[in-house]
């Protein structure tokens, strides 16, 4: 079974679209985290929710928006696409009480062009 | 801002030799964690050290916090192909319950059969 799982898995789309990319997990943590890996790979946190609640607001533009309709699940729309948002994004979740170890999900990869 | 260098940047060695990457920062963290990346996958995670000078082992794996908690250390004895992966540290600052982690840049392990 998938702890942590996010749908699509690849998203390839054109600058000035609106996109969505979904998260799910299953292990019954309170909190949820989106994540931003560019092309060399380092790994930046966005967001952060605790039981629906955003906690953790990383300078990230305005285009990108979360929202989290339980804690199970944590989605992230982003609007008007650019060039520069072409990154792999990760969905994570963690217990508050050990928030430091987080599981991550398989990642979606998004390209635009 | 925390930040967490990783060195080597790249490490390209044959089976059965043994290597240790670094993780240094100048800020103090409450715990660093340790965590490991295959191609088109999320972070798992090895480890979590939390106390200055703590030693964890995991296999043919050894961890270790450095005492002032700015640093640590992994060690691999004996690499296998298996081992092949980006290998990412993390630092949390805090009492953190909701895990905000800063990652190093990662160091990526090939090992040649």
């Known amino acids: 079974d998938t702890a942590v799982s996010q749908t699509p898995k690849y998203l390839v789309t054109q600058m000035g679209n609106d996109k969505s990319i979904k998260c799910e997990q299953n292990?019954?943590?309170?909190?949820m985290y989106w994540y931003k890996q560019d092309s060399k790979k380092f790994l930046k946190i966005m967001f952060s929710y605790n039981n629906k609640e955003l906690i953790i607001n990383e300078t990230v533009p305005n285009r990108f928006s979360p929202k989290s309709p339980d804690k199970a699940h944590l989605n992230l729309h982003i609007n008007s696409l650019e060039l520069g948002d072409s990154a792999v994004y990760f969905c994570a979740s963690s217990q508050s009480t050990s928030g430091y170890e987080q599981y991550f999900g398989p990642g979606t990869r998004l390209t635009v062009t | 801002t925390q930040l967490l260098e990783q060195s080597p940047q790249f490490l390209s060695i044959q089976e059965g030799e043994n290597l240790t990457v670094y993780c240094n920062s100048s800020?103090?963290?409450?715990?660093l964690q340790w965590y490991r990346q295959e191609p088109g996958e999320g972070p798992v995670l090895l480890v979590t050290?939390?106390?200055?000078?703590e030693v964890k082992k995991l296999k043919r794996l050894t961890f270790q916090f450095g005492d002032a908690r700015k640093d640590s250390s992994l060690h691999i004895t004996a690499a296998q192909p298996g081992d092949t992966g980006l290998y990412l540290c993390?630092?949390?600052?805090?009492?953190?319950?909701?895990?905000?982690?800063?990652f190093g840049q990662g160091t990526i392990l090939t090992v040649h059969p």
């Open positions: 800020s103090v963290f409450s715990s």
């Open positions: 993390a630092g949390a600052v805090g009492g953190t319950s909701y895990g905000k982690l800063t």
């Open positions: 292990l019954g943590h309170d909190t």
């Open positions: 050290v939390v106390t200055g000078g």
